[in-house]
């Protein structure tokens, strides 16, 4: 992160590249079918280091491909942080987002976008919409000056590590339990997938309540 901009763009690149290249050319049998769910590289990868596959069909050789993310988010921040005009910036983040979705689309027909095993196509357009998101919300927030709205969304954003944790430890599948009873009851005249949209978005606001809690009392959870 310390080395110039060209390298981290070039390291970066290099991960992606190196990531692409083991799925489709690793021979092992059994784990040789690129794009195929548990039969993959990165399954091969799992049950070397850890014995077993992870659910849901991720893998934790993400961690590599997606290290792109990191560095591309280093960048970001250094461009936001220098003394150029605000609207240079805005265009900088909103063309080279563009460029991201534009080029992982297109590849899209060759490697497929599956964020499960984060293929090359995945990673450049994810990073290309993060790169607009970020113009759009820095436009908004910095320059228009809209300060009370996006406070809606800090609220989870200054407790990140925690509602994470919290959600995937067993904290979303309790506070799941605790809704449904009401939700289903509430709308038990509509559809199966309107129940479970009312459902998903009372969890999400059960989950928000929380950190909102926390945030009042100046609790934030950091390493």
């Given at each position: ?8 763009l070039?390291?970066s ?6 990531s ?16 195929t ?7 091969w990868?799992?049950?070397t ?8 069909h ?14 591309w ?5 250094m461009?936001?942080?220098n ?14 987002g563009?460029?991201g979705?534009?080029?992982g ?8 976008i ?21 113009g ?26 925690f ?11 309790f ?5 449904k ?8 005249w509509s ?10 978005l009372?969890v ?20």
């Amino acid at each position: 992160m310390r080395k110039a901009i060209k390298w981290q763009l070039v390291i970066s690149f290099a991960l992606i590249l190196l990531s692409d290249l083991l799925y489709r050319f690793w021979s092992v049998e059994g784990y040789n079918e690129a794009w195929t769910p548990d039969h993959n590289f990165g399954s091969w990868f799992d049950m070397t280091v850890q014995g077993s596959l992870s659910p849901g069909h991720w893998v934790s050789f993400n961690a590599i491909p997606t290290t792109a993310h990191t560095i591309w988010g280093v960048l970001a921040g250094m461009l936001l942080m220098n003394d150029w005009k605000p609207y240079k910036k805005i265009k900088i983040l909103l063309i080279t987002g563009a460029i991201g979705l534009i080029v992982g689309y297109s590849m899209n027909p060759f490697i497929p976008i599956i964020k499960h095993i984060c293929t090359s196509s995945f990673i450049i357009v994810s990073g290309g919409w993060c790169l607009i998101g970020l113009g759009i919300s820095y436009w908004l927030i910095d320059v228009l000056n809209f300060r009370k709205f996006p406070v809606f969304f800090a609220i989870v954003g200054m407790n990140p590590l925690f509602i994470y944790m919290f959600a995937h430890m067993g904290g979303n599948n309790f506070l799941h339990n605790i809704a449904k009873p009401f939700t289903n009851g509430l709308f038990s005249w509509s559809s199966d997938l309107t129940r479970e949209m009312v459902l998903s978005l009372t969890v999400w606001a059960m989950l928000w309540y929380i950190c909102y809690w926390l945030y009042k009392r100046k609790i934030f959870i950091k390493l």
